[in-house]
């Protein structure tokens, strides 16, 4: 439902459900001693959202909740859980609310203010054996985990001399509550009882300066500061440059990092142990792109990308107890190129083409990183087959091979979509039916080493039906 009323106000809200039992049987060869390897009406998932948004004049207040709960039938930490255990749950939920400001005073002088809180809570249900010699011997292992958080930033900028945009700001987050729980139910044993406060603050400046009609500079610098492992310091730059009509080059680096989260530094569980001491992982990243207009509504886009990561976290195995945990293990070089062609025309005719070559390496031992492959290809169209308001939409994705985490190979794959979307037929109704991996291409992919598998396959052809009415 949307409308903006004669005072001014403008109202959004939307809303979803999702029910789908998914496949009844699922088999995994790993297990072909429990239920000949045939997991049971364990591939369900229901998923509720809800959106709001609220505008008046320079104030916007947004606000948003899902609810998600999924089966599992591929058993993860084994080989400590249950295989086919109707038990096996997991549900996340996730709700916030936004208060944004947004005022562009005289002279040029914008500013922008928010404040935000944020809830999100894990709830898993692992029926398990811990190993136990006796299969029949089973309780139920419970993950607890909540986390709710505060913040605000407030950002301001100018233009200066109309060829200069200046803009610094400052951001503070309060996760005032991480709590991280896990329990076997019966006998009672606690394995993880974490409450955490981290907080963290940051400051920001960019400048961007039109040097000439053709040539724009652009650079900035974020210091962030961490309460679980201190601060950094990230420079970002590009060069803009257009040296004839529709053509743009650029040139774009930047340093960043990712903080790592609860589950990484404090987990733990039979399968598991915690690793406070973790750092984030920080990449370096170098970009040129060229785009060009083409005749005929067409624009061609290619780029050569370098990023260099280092102190990427993953997931491993200590040898001495056989448990995993996380720590800061590689450093990782990523480089390649890709391309794109995209056509727009009349009447909602559409088309587009992608190619992205990439070659992941770990540094150290110069092999290439697990689930990674090196060819991507994309093809999609969209053509109008009823005055703008019946349109058919058919893609196709390509993957090359991939390596798993135990070093096998996944063969390469390419999966056809196409959907049919219908507007305004009915008063403010949109109707859309969509059938995925149309010719039935049996694939998979690699997975974690929560898992016993190495790889779970993938959906075969399926069919969704959506219809979406608007107030």
């Not at 398990?128 to 985990?145: E, K, S, W, Y």
């Not at 290439?368 to 893609?395: D, M, Q, Y």
Request: proline share 5%; charged share 20%; hydrophobic share 35%.
């Amino acid at each position: 439902y949307g409308n903006k009323f004669p005072n001014g106000v403008e109202l959004l809200l939307s809303g979803s459900y999702l029910n789908s039992e998914g496949h009844d049987r699922l088999f995994f060869p790993e297990y072909s001693s429990v239920n000949n390897g045939i997991a049971e009406n364990l591939d369900g998932t229901e998923t509720k959202r809800g959106f709001l948004s609220l505008s008046y004049g320079d104030f916007t207040l947004q606000g948003g909740y899902m609810d998600r709960q999924k089966h599992s039938g591929a058993a993860q930490y084994a080989p400590y859980t249950v295989f086919n255990d109707p038990r096996f749950l997991n549900e996340d939920e996730r709700a916030y609310a936004e208060l944004k400001f947004d005022h562009e005073f005289a002279s040029d002088w914008l500013l922008q203010a928010r404040v935000y809180y944020d809830h999100y809570t894990f709830n898993g249900t692992y029926p398990v054996n811990n190993n136990a010699p006796d299969p029949g011997t089973t309780t139920i292992n419970l993950d607890r985990n909540a986390a709710n958080w505060v913040g605000g930033e407030l950002m301001v900028s100018k233009t200066l001399w109309e060829r200069q945009h200046v803009t610094v700001g400052a951001e503070v987050r309060d996760d005032y509550q991480i709590e991280v729980h896990n329990f076997d139910v019966n006998p009672p044993m606690t394995y993880l009882d974490s409450l955490k406060y981290p907080w963290s603050f940051a400051l920001y400046a960019q400048d961007e300066a039109m040097l000439c009609t053709n040539l724009t500079v652009n650079a900035g610098v974020r210091y962030d500061y961490f309460s679980t492992f201190g601060d950094t310091v990230n420079p970002r730059g590009a060069i803009i440059y257009n040296p004839w009509a529709a053509g743009t080059l650029k040139f774009i680096y930047g340093q960043a990092f990712r903080a790592p989260n609860a589950f990484e530094l404090y987990y733990i569980q039979p399968a598991y142990k915690a690793n406070p001491n973790l750092m984030p992982e920080r990449i370096r990243s170098y970009e040129l792109v060229y785009e060009q207009g083409l005749p005929a509504n067409l624009r061609l886009t290619g780029s050569l990308f370098l990023n260099d990561i280092d102190g990427l976290i993953s997931q491993t195995v200590d040898p001495y107890d056989g448990k995993n945990f996380f720590a800061n293990l590689e450093s990782v070089q990523a480089r390649g190129f890709e391309t794109e062609l995209e056509g727009r025309w009349k009447g909602g005719w559409r088309t587009r083409l992608s190619y992205t070559y990439t070659e992941a390496r770990d540094s150290s031992t110069d092999l290439i990183l697990s689930n990674s492959p090196r060819h991507l290809g994309k093809a999609s169209a969209v053509l109008p087959l009823w005055r703008e308001k019946i349109f058919a939409g058919l893609e196709f994705q390509a993957m090359s091979s991939r390596q798993t985490v135990a070093g096998n190979t996944v063969g390469a794959s390419c999966v056809a979509n196409a959907t049919l979307y219908a507007r305004e037929l009915v008063k403010n109704l949109e109707f859309s039916a969509s059938l995925y991996n149309i010719f039935d291409k049996k694939f998979s992919d690699p997975v974690s080493p929560d898992y016993l598998q190495d790889t779970i396959q993938q959906d075969g052809r399926t069919f969704r039906v959506k219809l979406t009415y608007h107030f």
